[in-house]
């Protein structure tokens, strides 16, 4: 049976689903196959990238899936050396080809680098002409996000930054909140760093449920009101990750889950010189 998974209301009132599937890290070869597992097991939400390198097969499940094309919700990512605006829409449009759809449903700014106001600009005509639903930026820390929100129109829908049990992001979703920008986490499981998936506590409160670890954390996301996309190439997998919705955690349960913070990224920070140049001059077509 599909599992129906609740919808957010963004910014400018487009509704987005709460728990979405994303398809970073997944060989090209193996993603059409995968996301058309997603779509069957009842994903809506699908989350890809320019920079993934599998936008082509995501556009071939959504094809073969037969899903109507107002059920779904699709989200694919500017990377960096777009060159501005002109760059912007260049790229949007290829990334449209290649899913081979007439609109999206959300278009983020996949990092705080480069001429990200000049794709901003291009994004918003693109949006008023109807070929874009929302937009968005994706691993804003919250002064970048406020300078963008204070010089442009259009205020971004949706902020995709990393959000686990380890980095929590509570600051930045406050902040988020004050200008209506919607938090959307990606690496919610960390990637099993720090043992996530056999932590004492999480175990516990998973115990207590007769659920997996993994769906403690979704379902803590979900509470907290943060979209999250979540990954895995097994079938089994993918339906858990979306069977949240049949249980609630207690307000002790989400302050033990909060305890568990150490502030600090599991992967990389966005402000640190090494990684800025490796992200600045990485060239993806």
């Not at 939400?45 to 993934?52: G, H, N, V």
């Not at 379902?219 to 190439?233: D, E, M, N, P, T």
Request: hydrophobic share 40%.
């Amino acid at each position: 049976m599909r599992q129906e998974v609740p919808h957010i209301a963004l910014n400018n009132g487009v509704k987005m689903p709460i728990v979405g599937f994303g398809v970073f890290q997944i060989p090209a070869g193996e993603t059409e196959q995968t996301v058309l597992d997603a779509l069957e097991v009842g994903y809506r939400l699908i989350d890809t990238a320019q920079s993934y390198g599998n936008e082509e097969a995501v556009g071939r499940a959504i094809a073969a899936s037969g899903i109507r094309r107002e059920e779904l919700f699709v989200t694919t990512k500017l990377f960096i050396q777009s060159k501005g605006e002109e760059g912007a829409e260049r790229s949007f449009e290829n990334s449209l080809k290649r899913l081979g759809l007439d609109y999206l449903d959300l278009y983020l700014i996949h990092q705080p680098f480069g001429d990200y106001y000049g794709e901003w600009r291009a994004m918003e005509r693109l949006m008023s002409k109807g070929l874009i639903r929302a937009i968005g930026v994706s691993n804003f820390y919250p002064d970048r996000l406020l300078d963008l929100i204070l010089h442009n129109e259009i205020v971004p829908a949706v902020n995709q930054i990393e959000a686990n049990p380890f980095y929590q992001r509570a600051a930045d979703q406050e902040s988020m909140r004050k200008w209506g920008v919607q938090l959307e986490s990606w690496g919610p499981f960390a990637e099993g760093r720090n043992n996530l998936f056999t932590d004492p506590n999480l175990s516990n409160i998973a115990n207590t449920h007769g659920k997996w670890v993994a769906q403690i954390v979704l379902r803590w996301l979900v509470q907290r009101q943060i979209v999250v996309v979540s990954k895995s190439v097994r079938r089994e997998r993918m339906s858990e990750n979306i069977d949240i919705f049949d249980f609630c955690l207690s307000d002790d349960e989400m302050r033990q889950i909060a305890a568990l913070d150490m502030g600090t990224s599991m992967f990389f920070d966005h402000r640190d010189p090494e990684w800025v140049e490796r992200l600045g001059t990485r060239v993806v077509d």
